[in-house]
C-alpha cells in the first residue's frame, strides 16, 4: 500500500501570508496526487488534481506542484475563508489513499 | 448540478448490520465510477470502497473486507453500502463520492454524509 505522509498537521498563518503543505508519498505515483479541501462540518472538496491542475472554480491563489514522491500544496495569500483540513490523497492505485490532514488556521 | 445524498445512517449495535443509500442526480449515473469514503469523529479521511461502472470492478479496503459490500442499481441512480458485523472503529461519517470520468481514482464531487456510530 502506498502511504501517504502530509507535514504539518497543523499550520497558523496571518490574512496575507504564503502557506505550504507538503504530502509524502511512500513509492512514487508520478504525477497521480490530488488535493482536497474540507471546511469544517463540510463534506471534502476537490481543489487540484494530478499534481497542479486547478478544479473549475477554484481561485488562483491555491496552487500545486511536484512529482515521484514529494508534493506541494500552497496557499499564496491567505485568505479567511480558507481556514480548513487539507488533505492529499494518491490516485495511482488502489487501495486508495489519503495524507493525514493539515488544518490550517488563521493568526 | 451535480447532488449525492447520503442516507440510512444511525445508531448499531456492535455485530450489527446497516445498509447506507447515495442517491444521485445531475449527472448519468450509469457512466460513472462511484466511492465511499469514512471520516471517524475528529480524525482524518479513510477510503472504503468502490465500484466501476456496470459493477465490473469492486475494490474494498482491507479495514472493511468481508464485511462490507458495495452495489449499485443503475436504473434507480442509487449507490450502496451494506455493513455486516459492524465494530465500534468503524463509526463515522460515511461519504458518498464520484469518480471524475476523466481520471480515476479523483473523487471530484462528494455528497454531505450520513453518520454510522456503533455502540452498545
Known amino acids: 500500500d502506498i502511504q501517504m505522509t502530509q507535514s504539518p498537521s497543523s499550520v497558523s498563518a496571518s490574512v496575507g501570508d504564503r502557506v505550504t503543505i507538503t504530502c509524502r508519498a511512500s513509492?512514487?505515483?508520478?504525477?497521480?496526487l490530488a488535493w482536497y479541501q474540507q471546511k469544517p462540518g463540510k463534506a471534502p472538496k476537490l481543489l487540484i488534481y494530478t499534481t497542479s491542475s486547478l478544479q473549475s472554480g477554484v481561485p488562483s491563489r491555491f496552487s500545486g506542484s511536484g512529482s515521484g514522491i514529494d508534493f506541494t500544496l500552497t496557499i499564496s495569500s491567505l485568505q479567511p475563508e480558507d481556514v480548513a483540513s487539507y488533505y492529499c490523497?494518491?490516485?495511482?492505485?488502489?487501495?486508495?489513499?489519503f495524507g493525514g490532514g493539515t488544518k490550517v488556521e488563521i493568526k | 448540478e451535480v447532488h449525492l445524498v447520503e442516507s440510512g445512517g444511525g445508531l448499531v449495535k456492535p455485530g450489527g448490520s446497516l445498509r447506507l443509500s447515495c442517491a444521485a442526480s445531475g449527472f448519468t449515473f450509469s457512466t460513472y465510477a462511484m466511492n465511499w469514503v469514512r471520516q471517524a469523529p475528529g480524525k482524518g479521511l479513510e477510503w472504503v470502497s468502490s465500484?466501476?461502472?456496470?459493477?465490473?470492478?469492486?475494490y474494498y479496503a482491507d479495514s472493511v473486507k468481508g464485511r462490507f459490500t458495495i452495489s449499485r442499481d443503475d436504473a434507480k441512480n442509487s449507490l450502496y453500502l451494506q455493513m455486516n458485523s459492524l465494530r465500534a472503529e468503524d463509526t463515522a461519517v460515511y461519504y458518498c463520492?464520484?469518480?471524475?470520468?476523466?481520471?480515476?481514482?479523483?473523487?471530484?464531487?462528494w455528497g454531505q454524509g450520513t453518520l454510522v456510530t456503533v455502540s452498545s
Open positions: 465500484i466501476s461502472r456496470s459493477s465490473s470492478f469492486i
Open positions: 513509492q512514487g505515483i508520478s504525477s497521480w
Open positions: 463520492a464520484r469518480d471524475n470520468v476523466d481520471t480515476a481514482m479523483l473523487k471530484d464531487y
Open positions: 490523497q494518491q490516485t495511482n492505485s488502489f487501495p486508495l489513499t
